[in-house]
């Protein structure tokens, strides 16, 4: 099967994980748009959704899904997002599509986080991916010397010639050249940073359960 076929299965396998009645997290990307056209099937039973980017708003209310704002959202009971990386115990990075600090704030007001991904994202240690690091553009010179210190390589995020800026009016820092062997140590650490929006490392938001397309099929792992 092509990754494109492996990604609408695993879009299409995350539909038992829905709650009928309930209103869905949904996450941001090439994968969770399989996801998204699949809900579009059973959008009449559910409430609808509370979405982590501006690109899925606008193709969930395309599809007729209504989406709720996070503010007026207590909990969710599942939160359906791809990753750009997932280790063994269900670590991720993510943030290629840039939405990393709203899908951190769905994926922190969800019970279940479902990973879906084809299985090329299936890795043993997190940072072969560059990391996204979303940040307040007057600290990203130094937070760039942060990560030099520690073996990292920065570039900032662009779009055409001038630096892409996030749903939230920031900036993102792609790094690469680091083995993250301690997930949660490195996140919490990371946060700290002054002028840290959000690091790509999602340890404390864990996947609870991995889709994976695979050429046999969906393989669900457990953590």
């Known amino acids: 099967m092509t990754q494109d076929e492996l990604k609408t299965l695993v879009g299409q396998a995350a539909l038992r994980y829905v709650e009928p009645g309930s209103i869905v997290g949904v996450g941001t990307g090439s994968t969770v748009n ?31 899904i209504k989406v709720f704002d996070a503010s007026g959202v207590d ?10 990386e997932i280790d063994h115990a269900g670590y991720m990075i993510k943030g290629g599509g840039a939405a990393l600090t709203r899908e951190k704030i769905v994926a922190a007001m969800s019970r279940k986080f ?42 900032l995020r662009m779009k055409g010639d001038t ?22 140590g490195f996140e919490s650490a990371v946060n700290q940073w002054p002028g840290v929006v959000t690091v790509g490392v999602f340890a404390h938001q864990k996947a609870n359960v991995c889709l994976l397309g695979t050429a046999a099929g969906v393989k669900t792992m457990a953590f």
């Not at 892409?164 to 083995?179: F, P, R, S, W, Y």
């Open 34 to 64: 399989k996801f998204i056209e699949a809900l579009a099937g059973m959008k009449g039973q559910i409430a609808g959704a509370v979405s982590s980017s501006v690109a899925s708003t606008e193709r969930l209310h395309a599809l007729g």
């Open 75 to 84: 909990d969710l009971a599942v939160y359906i997002d791809g990753a750009d």
């Open 114 to 155: 479902v990973c879906i991904a084809d299985d090329s994202k299936l890795v043993r240690t997190l940072g072969a991916f560059a990391l996204p690091v979303e940040v307040i553009p007057m600290a990203a010179r130094r937070i760039t010397r942060q990560f030099a210190a520690i073996g990292g390589v920065v570039s």
């Open 163 to 184: 630096p892409l800026v996030t749903d939230n009016g920031q900036h993102i820092l792609d790094v690469t050249g680091l083995k993250i062997t301690d997930p949660l």
